[in-house]
């Protein structure tokens, strides 16, 4: 469960019923309830997912996180969490798990995610861009072993970073959410990310965020 989360007292027996029941599902989720500090939702969050994920999670982090149950042998069999990701080691593992088993969706919403709670990684705009960071490099990782070729991680160790062709949609995430952050009023985190952006990729949009913050 992550930092300052709840759940609901029949979630662990849903999503055990699910691996039970079908032996070729290894990872269950269920839906989530994204609550503001005072307690109020921002949304439910629910998405339709039953066998094989390994393209979705090319494109985005379906989950949470804290809302998974996943089998202890498919954990093993990929080799679990790798420190190298920090706060992207579930998009990473995700991303390993679902080139081995199906994943299901419960429709049901039996967890609650408190966003920017204290100590958390969303509390943090720093956090938010190491994550966004370690996040897209676990799916250019997932990507070549898709293509056939071997985990750069495992093939080069931390040099894989370095070594691997730019890309730039690193950026133009980074740069969306910076201007998302700007239009909600949060200048010191639309600052912390649309100045990353910039640096890695020369956008018109960067820059006139950059230039919004210093007339405000």
């Known amino acids: 469960v992550g930092s300052g989360d709840t759940c609901r007292p029949e979630r662990l027996s849903r999503q055990a019923r699910v691996l ?3 032996p070729e599902i290894g990872l269950v989720a269920c839906g989530t309830d994204r609550l503001d500090e005072s ?3 921002l949304g439910v969050h629910v998405l339709e997912i039953d066998g094989d994920a390994s393209r979705l999670v090319l494109e985005r982090n379906p989950f949470h996180h804290g809302e998974l149950m996943y089998r202890r042998s498919v954990y093993d069999a990929v080799g679990g969490y790798r420190d190298f990701f920090m706060y992207a080691q579930d998009h ?3 991303c390993r798990m679902s080139r081995v088993t199906g994943f299901y969706f419960l429709q049901d ?3 609650q995610r408190y966003a920017k709670a204290p100590g958390s990684v969303s509390a943090s705009p720093e956090r938010v861009l190491a994550q966004r960071c370690f996040s897209h490099f676990a799916v250019r990782c997932h990507e070549q072993c898709m293509a056939g070729r071997p985990d750069p991680l495992d093939k080069w160790g931390n040099a894989a970073t370095m070594l691997m062709p730019p890309s730039g949609d690193l950026a133009k995430s980074v740069r969306s959410l910076g201007l998302w952050r700007l239009r909600q009023g949060d ?3 639309a600052r912390v990310f649309l100045e990353f952006a910039h640096a890695h990729e020369r956008h018109p949009l960067s820059l006139l965020g950059l230039a919004a913050l210093r007339i405000r």
Do not use: C, F, I, T
Request: proline share 0%.
């Open 109 to 111: 919403v039996l967890y």
């Open 92 to 94: 990473d593992l995700v």
């Open 20 to 22: 039970a029941e079908r």
């Open 39 to 41: 307690g109020r939702s």
């Open 187 to 189: 200048d010191a985190a």
